[in-house]
């Protein structure tokens, strides 16, 4: 467990009202890595009382963000694309890992998979981050 990915990501939780407000917690950090948990609540619900596909995309999105920032460096994503496997319910308790495949200076892909408590995928995720200069902290 990387000190340093826990200070980046800490410094970017306390900014990110989205993440806080959908009730998304940081679990782990490393270089690299996020893992998050979100439970799933009626608010989230689509018309099939099913959650909504935006809200899973952003708990992927979200992971994806810590992860790709978790050196320090500040990045943003450049694409992303999701595959819906399985529907998640009121009450599910979802969890997000997001893993570097490939980081070069300027340019990452990574991917991330949601799970709910079963450990069954609900879906898979795949993205790609540019650094756009400077820190995640400010510092030099």
Known sequence: MSNEAWRNARAMYEKDTCARELGIELVEMD???A?????????MLNGHQT????QLFSLADTAFA?????????AVASAA????LRPAFTGDLLTVTARVKQQGKLT??????IVNQQQKTVALFRGKSHRIGGTITGEA
């Open 31 to 33: 270089q690299g890595f």
């Open 35 to 43: 893992q998050m948990t979100m439970a799933v609540t009626p608010k």
């Open 51 to 54: 959650c909504h596909g935006g």
């Open 66 to 74: 810590y992860a790709c920032n978790s050196q320090g460096l500040a």
């Open 81 to 84: 694309s999701i595959d819906f």
């Open 108 to 113: 990452g892909v990574y991917d991330i998979e």
